[in-house]
């Protein structure tokens, strides 16, 4: 099956700092999603992003569809910005129905 | 965008009683629904695919028996653990989408912690 590799596994941020979180997956995928998870555990939706470039505020995320990559930036980091990363990924041609897989997730402290 | 609750937030049993989850979309009609389970410090595992007024899709591995679901409705999913055991202790979260929606929402979870 499809793998999601991200990268780094763990960041620590001085506040203000800037940051990019990668996500390769080794197959064509139909959706591409990014969560952040917060300490209480509620994944938020970031971006939904299969191809190309979006931007919210200080985050944006480019994926690369042919290349099989997508990148986070994070800029001017707040404390609030901390807990986890994730990108999840449905496959191409998934015969299962819309199954998502979920990389192992990018775990970020931002420091006051 | 798209609201999802679930219900309890946290639970605790005893070994050998069944717990139920719910799982609401509050403000779409969800076609699909998705249950997953997460340990500590890991990632999200899909669990099963759920799809209205049908049969459950589980994923290998996961005991159908043990972990009912059922989508008996187009805002509404639940899972039942039947007989639960300690290792049956984890944070349970559940997601919604539509046909015409690319993206999944997700529940605030249920934190399950059997005795």
């Known amino acids: 099956g499809i793998q999601v590799e991200q990268s780094p596994p763990d960041l620590i941020l001085q506040e203000g700092a800037n940051s990019t979180l990668r996500c390769n997956f080794s197959?064509?995928?139909?959706?591409l999603q990014w969560f952040h998870q917060n300490p209480w555990g509620q994944l938020i939706n970031l971006f939904y992003?299969?191809?190309g470039t979006k931007q919210n505020g200080r985050l944006s995320a480019t994926t690369v569809a042919t290349e099989r990559y997508s990148l986070l930036y994070i800029s001017s980091s707040q404390t609030t910005d901390s807990g986890v990363y994730f990108c999840a990924v449905e496959p191409e041609g998934n015969t299962g129905g819309f199954k998502t897989i979920f990389g192992a997730g990018t775990r970020l402290f931002v420091k006051a | 965008g798209a609201v999802v609750s679930q219900h309890p937030s946290r639970v605790i049993c005893k070994s050998g009683t069944s717990v139920k989850i719910e799982c609401r979309s509050l403000?779409?009609?969800?076609?699909?629904m998705f249950w997953y389970r997460q340990f500590p410090k890991q990632s999200l595992m899909l669990m099963a695919t759920?799809?209205?007024?049908?049969?459950?899709?589980?994923e290998q591995g996961v005991e159908k028996d043990k972990f009912l679901i059922n989508h008996a409705s187009l805002t509404l999913s639940t899972l039942t653990v039947t007989s639960a055991h300690p290792e049956d202790s984890s944070f349970y979260i559940c997601?919604?989408?539509?046909?015409?929606?690319?993206?999944?929402?997700f529940g605030p979870g249920t934190r399950l912690t059997v005795l």
């Open positions: 403000d779409f009609q969800a076609t699909t």
């Open positions: 997601s919604a989408r539509t046909e015409n929606y690319n993206e999944q929402f």
């Open positions: 992003i299969p191809s």
């Open positions: 759920s799809n209205e007024g049908s049969k459950a899709t589980y």
């Open positions: 197959d064509s995928v139909n959706n």
